[in-house]
């Protein structure tokens, strides 16, 4: 079914250990978006990008690696995961107008 | 950088009218959202403004911009149950990525 999918739905891992949080979007959107939502803070966006290979910091990018080698994917990774990353990350893609999420992925870092 | 800002929580009864407030500094914003967040789930588009329109109607929702005092208001008429939930204003202006308040929690009783 077309639409837009985050794997894995729930994670809880360590301190200094590496997580990836993958996104998948079958409307072939330019961009896409990876958000973290936290108590008082709404949604804070980390990293976006515009295509394939470009890719640009957002408002909290520490500690965050994106890549997009294909359109469809952006996966986001947490190099050495702490406890402050504790989250619910949302993925989201857009052509340009609506913005369409993905059901997030919920984080736990022990 | 630009900002947006909603109160935190909203009590309403059933059937009666609500209204979410927000309040943004961009002036160069072009385009004002509203999304609806569930919970467990992502965030969805309820409806959006484009900045030269001071209001839009569409079934049981107003929207309602003031652009000289960057005031965005959203109201539910004859709110249900099933209105309980998150709401986000959001807006953008020029880049394609959104910026969103913190969301306002509203909770309606029977």
């Known amino acids: 079914d077309a639409g837009i999918t985050q794997s894995p739905r729930y994670k809880i891992t360590e301190t200094g250990r590496q997580v990836t949080l993958m996104c998948h979007q079958t409307?072939?959107?330019?961009?896409m978006f990876w958000y973290r939502q936290d108590l008082g803070h709404g949604l804070r966006l980390i990293y976006y990008s515009a295509a394939a290979d470009i890719t640009d910091k957002g408002e909290v990018p520490d500690g965050y690696v994106v890549s997009r080698s294909k359109t469809e994917n952006f996966p986001l990774t947490l190099e050495s995961a702490t406890r402050s990353q504790t989250s619910v990350y949302f993925c989201?893609?857009?052509?340009?107008?609506?913005?369409?999420f993905g059901e997030g992925s919920r984080l736990t870092v022990l | 950088g630009e900002d947006v800002e909603q109160s935190l929580f909203l009590s309403v009864r059933e059937g009666d009218s609500s209204v979410i407030n927000c309040t943004y500094t961009?002036?160069?914003?072009?385009?004002l959202y509203w999304y609806k967040q569930e919970p467990g789930a992502g965030l969805q588009l309820l409806t959006y403004i484009f900045s030269n329109m001071d209001m839009k109607q569409d079934q049981r929702l107003t929207v309602l911009l003031n652009k000289k005092d960057k005031h965005l208001s959203l109201r539910i008429a004859d709110t249900q149950t099933g209105d309980s939930a998150i709401y986000f204003c959001?807006?953008?202006?020029?880049?394609?990525?959104?910026?969103f308040g913190s969301g306002t929690r509203l909770q309606v009783q029977p």
């Open positions: 409307w072939s959107h330019s961009y």
């Open positions: 989201a893609s857009t052509t340009g107008g609506e913005l369409f």
């Open positions: 959001a807006e953008k202006a020029g880049r394609r990525a959104l910026t």
């Open positions: 961009d002036s160069s914003s072009t385009y």
